[in-house]
């Protein structure tokens, strides 16, 4: 696991920076505390700070291969190299080291680009092919690794983070709007956007291409493909998921440092735990993070996983002020605005973990892949109510539900008053964007009443349910709900999800493994038909049915619940007028918003007619975003 970055200048007569490449690799240090490693040649420089988990002693990068024409450098890990070295070694390629990014290099040289297809792992990679003067960067299927690129005359940059490239003084800060306008309702902004204008983001299972003096090319190399569908039994189904998510979990056990899990005390969590703790020789070291609001806390389920397994078990509570004191190095590890307040306790959950283990394995992609939130239910099951004339479901029923009180000690994905009051937003925005139905943060109507005139005026025609529904559209599979998980997979996993786990652990220089990501686990799951995800009204059936022998009855029965934060709740309470002070304050806010509008969702929120809080949370992550990038 490490921090990658690099500047190809298209123009061969001119010679690369080493000195900028060194500043650019100093902003990486948290993400490879062991090592700098750097290969300048001319035009081209590659550099890399390394954190070392596979072969600690003798895989430092960039890495060449024999004759030096190639060279690369990675961040990730490929859980598959030593297959793929074994098969390399029979046809006749010889390695120097023990290294998984070696495997790379030879298997480019075998198979070129087409390498990328055989690697099962995350991954963010540069490879620079010398006698073809090829630069090859490439994300893994998921996107659980970033990359962000910037081209301009000054030539190619690149890093894993957007502060890599804020170095190079060409590069200016400027807010990219379109991007905060997604922001503002997915809480993330999404690929290939990012919040600076002219820095992108390389996309999930895409590569970049420069070729001889050319400019750059964006390709797709991969997709998950839901169709044709498995023709297998209950049965076999079972006996599949259960050899397929162990051998993940096994695969992600591989690790020369020490290891770990995060345990949440939720359904995939605690299956990862048990597939651990089946495959270790000592206890397991598992890490929990709660809160005094018993209602978000999961603790007390994680806790009875952490005995049945007889894991050595860390837990901790995250209160109010642990919030003020985090968000600014949490804003600093994101680069971007990130309004997913999960963010914050798993900051901290990392950063506790670290002196224990290096490497953490965690429940990423569970739901995503096997179909665990509510929504997926209520999309096929209120398909009638949206079919009901526009002035019952968008009026009669928001204006009475409007009137109710809206508590915030209960987490929205519990609190049936939250769901009624979806209700309106569900039948206006299109059926292809169920995150936008039931999880936006600001829909599109409450941004433009926000806007100040310009930002409503430019913004009025771009709805980001539209963004949404692009996925969904460009899925190769047939049903609702296979379209769905695709459309979720390419905007929120890749979005939000993956960036939160990896800024947050990697701010701690501790790697985060996500079993069901995993290749094969992806591409299985993605064929099976609709019957083994979801089933009546229970959600990742397959996992209750092939994982209840390992599980106490009470997780395995629980209904899903978020990793939330109550966010509302302090912003009504003891938050409330730092937040207040922190947005209302900010006047660099008031070019894009209406302070009259911000007041309201305050006194609205606080008189407990709305729950404003994840609202207001972006708002302030914002505006703490454009304080620490745009001071003075």
Same mark, same amino acid.
């Given at each position: ?98 290294? !998984? ?88 902004? %999404? ?36 169709? %044709? ?163 019952? *479901? ?21 609190? %049936? ?48 349910? !539209? ?71 229970? *959600? ?93």
């Amino acid at each position: 696991m490490c921090g990658i970055c690099g500047h190809l200048i298209l123009n061969r007569e001119k010679q690369v920076d080493r000195t900028l490449l060194e500043r650019m690799n100093a902003t990486l240090i948290h993400r490879g505390p062991d090592s700098a490693g750097y290969y300048v040649q001319g035009n081209l420089g590659l550099a890399i700070r390394r954190l070392a988990v596979i072969d600690v002693a003798g895989g430092h990068q960039p890495m060449t291969n024999e004759n030096g024409a190639l060279w690369a450098v990675e961040n990730g890990e490929i859980y598959n190299f030593r297959e793929l070295r074994a098969g390399l070694e029979r046809i006749g390629h010889h390695f120097a080291t023990q290294s !998984d990014t070696e495997v790379v290099l030879h298997g480019y040289e075998q198979w070129g680009d087409e390498v990328l297809q055989h690697l099962n792992g995350m991954f963010a990679l540069a490879l620079w092919d010398g006698e073809k003067r090829r630069l090859l960067l490439a994300r893994d299927r998921m996107g659980k690794k970033p990359l962000y690129w910037h081209i301009s005359p000054a030539g190619l940059i690149w890093g894993s983070e957007a502060k890599a490239l804020l170095t190079a003084p060409w590069v200016e800060r400027r807010v990219n709007a379109l991007a905060l306008h997604h922001y503002l309702t997915l809480q993330y902004t %999404p690929d290939p956007l990012s919040i600076f204008e002219g820095i992108q983001q390389l996309p999930a299972g895409h590569k970049l291409v420069v070729e001889q003096e050319g400019g750059p090319q964006v390709f797709r190399w991969w997709q998950p493909s839901f169709e %044709p569908k498995w023709s297998l039994t209950q049965e076999e189904v079972i006996q599949q998921a259960r050899g397929l998510l162990g051998a993940a979990v096994e695969r992600r056990l591989i690790s020369e440092v020490p290891l770990g899990a995060f345990l949440s005390g939720g359904l995939d969590s605690s299956i990862v735990v048990a597939l651990m703790a089946e495959r270790s020789s000592r206890p397991v070291q598992t890490f929990s993070i709660g809160f005094e609001e018993k209602h978000y806390s999961e603790t007390r389920y994680a806790a009875q996983v952490a005995r049945r397994y007889e894991t050595d078990h860390h837990e901790l509570l995250f209160r109010p002020q642990d919030l003020v004191r985090l968000i600014e190095d949490v804003l600093r590890s994101a680069d971007e605005p990130l309004a997913d307040p999960a963010a914050l306790p798993l900051y901290e959950l990392a950063r506790q973990a670290r002196p224990f283990v290096t490497v953490a394995l965690c429940g990423d992609g569970g739901d995503e892949t096997l179909a665990g939130y509510q929504r997926y239910v209520l999309d096929r099951l209120l398909r009638p109510y949206a079919a009901l004339p526009k002035w019952v *479901t968008q009026s009669l029923v928001p204006s009475a539900v409007s009137l109710l009180p809206e508590p915030a000690w209960l987490p929205e994905d519990q609190n %049936p008053l939250t769901g009624l009051k979806r209700l309106g937003q569900f039948s206006s925005v299109l059926p292809k964007a169920s995150l936008v139905r039931w999880g936006s943060y600001f829909t599109h109507a409450e941004k433009l009443a926000l806007y100040t005139d310009r930002w409503r005026e430019e913004m009025g025609p771009c709805d980001t349910a !539209d963004w949404i529904a692009s996925a969904y559209d460009e899925a190769p599979a047939r049903n609702l709900l296979d379209r769905t998980l695709y459309a979720d997979q390419m905007t929120y996993l890749a979005g939000d999800l993956l960036p939160k786990t990896d800024r947050m652990t990697m701010a701690h220089s501790l790697e985060a493994r996500a079993p069901f990501l995993d290749r094969d686990w992806v591409e299985w799951t993605a064929r099976l038909p609709v019957k083994y995800k979801v089933r009546g009204l229970k *959600t990742k059936w397959l996992l209750q049915a092939a994982f209840a022998d390992r599980l106490p009855p009470e997780i395995l029965h629980r209904r899903k619940q978020g990793f939330g934060v109550p966010l509302g709740l302090w912003l009504r309470g003891k938050l409330e007028p730092w937040a207040r002070a922190r947005i209302l304050g900010n006047p660099a806010l008031k070019e894009w918003f209406r302070p009259k509008a911000m007041r309201q969702l305050f006194e609205e929120n606080s008189s407990g007619r709305i729950n404003h809080g994840k609202r207001l949370w972006s708002l302030l992550m914002f505006s703490l975003w454009l304080e620490q990038h745009f001071k003075g």
